[in-house]
Nanobody, 119 residues
Framework: QVQLVESGGGLVQAGGSLRLSCAASGIIFRLSTMGWYRQAPGKQRELVATITSGGNTNYGDSVKGRFTISRNNAKNTVYLQMNSLKPEDTAVYYC?????????????WGQGTQVTVSS
């Protein structure tokens, strides 16, 4: 059974920092591309950041230079360090895993963690 469990969300003032964690189980974590996405009320889910099995990263334009994604394969965990937070970063943040085992592709989502940035 695949589980992606996010933690670290909460309420923070503008300019502050938060670190999100996503602990994965039931997948071959080291071979998976891991990512963070977010969805604000009334908006579509959008890319925040991804990191491949090889450590290559990709960021959404709105978070470049402020957020950093990283992974610890020994702990099956992906992190999102969020600095210089803005009220527009307020959203539910979702962890995502995707990959392929032989010919079977997979992608899974966590349940999300709320991040609220007050002005």
């Amino acid at each position: 059974q695949v589980q992606l469990v996010e933690s670290g969300g909460g309420l923070v003032q503008a300019g502050g920092s938060l670190r999100l964690s996503c602990a994965a189980s039931g997948i071959i974590f080291r071979l998976s591309t891991m990512g963070w996405y977010r969805q604000a009320p009334g908006k579509q889910r959008e890319l925040v950041a991804t990191i491949t099995s090889g450590g290559n990263t990709n960021y959404g334009d709105s978070v470049k230079g402020r957020f950093t994604i990283s992974r610890n394969n020994a702990k099956n965990t992906v992190y999102l360090q969020m600095n210089s937070l803005k009220p527009e970063d307020t959203a539910v943040y979702y962890c995502h895993a995707e990959g392929r085992v032989f010919t079977r592709e997979y992608d899974y989502w966590g349940q999300g963690t709320q991040v609220t940035v007050s002005s």
